[in-house]
């Protein structure tokens, strides 16, 4: 059989001229096979071989996959910045605009920092495995498998896509609202069609029903994904969809396979010198029990330590009082730090509060994308919540909370009603799921339903004595919910139009 040999500058020159998908795509496909030299054969000559099946498959693992959430950074009521980031920049950059909720701004000149290219260079990845990998040798079991977690991965990404460039689902308008491409093949020559957000999610939740039960419970290595992520990601989907019951399937059927949750009592008995030394870093780099995914904050993956969790570490003065409603929350003790850090990164007297750096891969594992299972663990809380299922949703935070809770009382109170326990899982969520899309999507979901609705207002700056302060709002219908097309996928795609009235 005739091997199948590409080289790096044959698909760059094809990559740079893709009609939808702009110009940062040609340097993410480098980085893919860049990444995984260690992996495939890499010829004297300098061209790629990927020759069996098994190369295929573990083109897969993408241990770069990073997301810049600089598009929708500070959109939410968890972010701060450092005044000095955002004063002079409030109508010609995604912070500055953000931050002061600036509808009037033109954001459709300005790049995203390639987290459009980004998603949609790993889909054009998974589609060159799934496009290419029937006609290698090797055997049918590695083809399964592979086909499966590429269609999985590259549903993730859709997912993603839709719900950061269009409007959330919503059942009465989602087939007349525009959404974004779905794109099938690696075929370079085609100009994909924009679908509909209801098409889209058709697409996403037909390939993970086909998938997700073909995934191993335990693949080749932490970057493929396995089968409670699958189940994980089907359950969000479902939840995004407002399948309540699938959703709780979906949940269960995850947690089935990992429920691991871990206790931060232990972790903060280890910092206090009450453990050990043998106890070490047990949580940190690819030991967190709870993560189902790596993925990392960021363009590029591994740009920073404080990259691999945040790249916006600061969280709201409204955080911070958050969580210090609950005296001991070790979700904030053990992460955050309101004094000694530096003033060149931090505000001080803003009543913002900041990542401690010193929390790294290597100590605990603190992961901000991707999911883990007190994700899990929430969406099925909610599910049952939607269901009626109040005693079981309570208890279901209960156990993540007995987790994260110092001392005392770490239960909640049970709600009186199914939509008192919805809003007091979206409560533990905003706790739990810090960074990432986490609330940006929660905001854009919730937004939808009237009784869940949430109204930002922030007053800026705090600090800063020179520029007259102002409180700013951000409706729940605001058109900054739909981040623009990057400008450089709109001039190589006349289909894809824009989702806002911009």
Not at 45 to 70: C, F, W
Not at 141 to 147: D, G, I, Q, R
Request: with cysteine; net charge negative; proline share 5%.
């Amino acid at each position: 059989m005739k091997a199948i040999k590409t080289t790096i500058k044959t698909i760059a020159r094809h990559l740079f001229s893709l009609p939808s998908l702009g110009e940062g795509l040609g340097v993410g496909l480098l980085l893919l096979f860049s990444s995984c030299d260690s992996y495939i054969d890499i010829t004297p000559k300098g061209a790629i071989t990927v020759d069996t099946a098994e190369q295929y498959y573990e083109l897969i693992a993408n241990p770069m996959r990073g997301y810049h959430p600089s598009a929708f950074a500070f959109l939410t009521d968890e972010l701060w910045s450092k005044e000095s980031y955002i004063i002079g920049y409030e109508n010609i950059s995604y912070n500055g605009i953000n931050m002061t909720f600036n509808e009037q701004a033109d954001r459709t000149l300005l790049s995203d920092n390639n987290l459009y290219e980004n998603m949609y260079s790993n889909i054009l990845r998974m589609n060159l495995v799934l496009d290419n990998i029937d006609a290698a040798p090797g055997t049918d079991e590695v083809k399964t498998l592979a086909k499966a977690e590429a269609r999985t991965y590259r549903a993730f990404d859709h997912f993603l896509a839709v719900n950061t460039f269009a409007k959330a689902y919503t059942p009465e308008t989602a087939a007349q609202d525009g959404g974004v491409c779905i794109v099938r093949s690696s075929d370079l020559e085609t100009t994909p069609l924009k679908s509909t957000v209801a098409d889209v999610y058709d697409f996403i939740i037909s390939e993970l029903e086909a998938t997700v039960p073909l995934l191993a419970e335990q693949p080749a290595n932490i970057y493929h994904p396995n089968r409670a992520f699958g189940y994980g990601l089907l359950a969000q989907v479902y939840l995004h969809h407002r399948d309540w019951q699938k959703a709780k399937t979906a949940a269960e059927q995850s947690l089935a396979l990992n429920s691991a949750l871990v206790d931060y009592n232990e972790i903060a008995s280890y910092r206090r010198g009450l453990l050990d030394s043998s106890y070490g870093d047990k949580y940190g780099d690819d030991r967190n029990p709870e993560v189902l995914s790596y993925m990392w904050n960021g363009s590029s993956g591994w740009t920073s330590e404080k990259g691999h969790f945040t790249n916006y570490g600061m969280i709201s003065p409204e955080m911070v009082k958050l969580y210090k409603q609950e005296k001991n929350d070790l979700r904030y003790t053990l992460f955050f730090m309101e004094t000694g850090q530096p003033a060149t990164t931090f505000d001080r007297g803003s009543g913002a509060d900041i990542w401690i750096e010193t929390v790294t891969t290597s100590k605990f594992m603190y992961a901000t994308m991707g999911m883990r299972t007190p994700e899990v663990y929430l969406i099925l809380a909610e599910a049952e919540a939607r269901l009626g299922n109040v005693a079981r949703a309570a208890e279901l935070v209960n156990t993540l909370r007995a987790h994260r809770i110092s001392g005392g009382k770490t239960a909640i109170d049970t709600p009186a009603t199914p939509t008192d326990m919805v809003r007091a899982v979206i409560l533990e969520r905003r706790k739990e799921l810090l960074f990432g899309f986490h609330r940006f999507f929660d905001l854009k979901r919730l937004n939808t339903e009237p009784e869940y609705q949430t109204t930002i207002t922030r007053t800026f700056p705090i600090v800063t004595k020179t520029v007259p302060q102002h409180t700013y709002t951000l409706r729940p219908d605001s058109r900054l919910y739909i981040i623009p097309f990057p400008h450089s996928a709109r001039d190589k795609n006349p289909n894809l139009t824009l989702n806002t009235d911009e």
